[in-house]
Antibody, heavy 124, light 106 residues
Framework: QVQLVQSGAEVKKPGSSVKVSCKTS????????INWVRQAPGQGLEWLGGIVPLFGTTKYALKFQGRVTISADESASTAYMELTSLTSDDTAVYYC?????????????????WGQGTLVTVSS | IVLTQSPGTLSLSPGERATLSCRAS???????LAWYQQKPGRAPRLLIY???KRAIDIPDRFSGSGSGTDFTLTISRLEPEDFAVYYCQRYGSSLTFGGGTKVEIK
């Protein structure tokens, strides 16, 4: 049984940074991509980027390039997402999600397993 | 690739058939198209992947179809637990989500 457990809610000041963790258990950590998706209040799903821990390769949505860093610690089976230069527009629930399938490349596939979400509130 | 879902809201009664559309601005490679269901306060749940394959434990009233730029999620007979928001997603070299369709009780 694959499970993803995220770190707790955060309240941040504008201009600061936030780092959210996603610890996985069960299954194979390294070979499956882990993606980060956010959802602003009342809005849809938005992809920030992802990582395949086996290769250490990352991909980022154009909108977030330069502001987001995704990393992984294989020894801890944990992925991280750091977002900098926060504004109120970054207030959202941030989800990590693990692919159902891996073809041992840096392709991303459908997300079968999701974390519980981490609410990040940006407010002065 | 931009994914456009329609309608924005679908008002139906339990037992009715729901047809949700997802249109891509470019052809989706290898039919790498998935559908998710999301209920308030919950993470999305994978329903369909590779356009038409049902994910584990998904009832057969959910089906996916389509190719190229036009894809459809069909719920053959709506159950009370099916009223939720549905998202399509293109995957492969990156991920893209559609804006969502809310299926509400009429």
């Amino acid at each position: 049984q694959v499970q993803l457990v995220q770190s707790g809610a955060e309240v941040k000041k504008p201009g600061s940074s936030v780092k959210v963790s996603c610890k996985t258990s069960g299954g194979t950590f390294s070979s499956h991509a882990i993606n980060w998706v956010r959802q602003a209040p009342g809005q849809g799903l938005e992809w920030l980027g992802g990582i395949v821990p086996l290769f250490g390769t990352t991909k980022y949505a154009l909108k977030f390039q330069g502001r987001v860093t995704i990393s992984a610690d294989e020894s801890a089976s944990t992925a991280y997402m750091e977002l900098t230069s926060l504004t109120s527009d970054d207030t959202a629930v941030y989800y990590c999600a693990r692919d159902r399938y891996s073809d041992s490349s840096d392709n991303y596939f459908e997300s079968q397993y999701w974390g519980q979400g981490t609410l990040v509130t940006v407010s002065s | 690739i931009v994914l456009t879902q329609s309608p924005g809201t679908l008002s139906l009664s339990p037992g009715e058939r729901a047809t949700l559309s997802c249109r891509a601005s470019q052809s989706v490679d290898r039919n790498f198209l998935a559908w998710y269901q999301q209920k308030p306060g919950r993470a999305p749940r994978l329903l369909i992947y590779a356009t038409f394959k049902r994910a584990i434990d998904i009832p057969d009233r959910f089906s996916g179809s389509g190719s190229g730029t036009d894809f459809t999620l069909t719920i053959s007979r709506l159950e009370p637990e099916d009223f939720a928001v549905y998202y399509c997603q293109r995957y492969g070299s990156s991920l893209t989500f559609g804006g969502g369709t809310k299926v509400e009780i009429k």
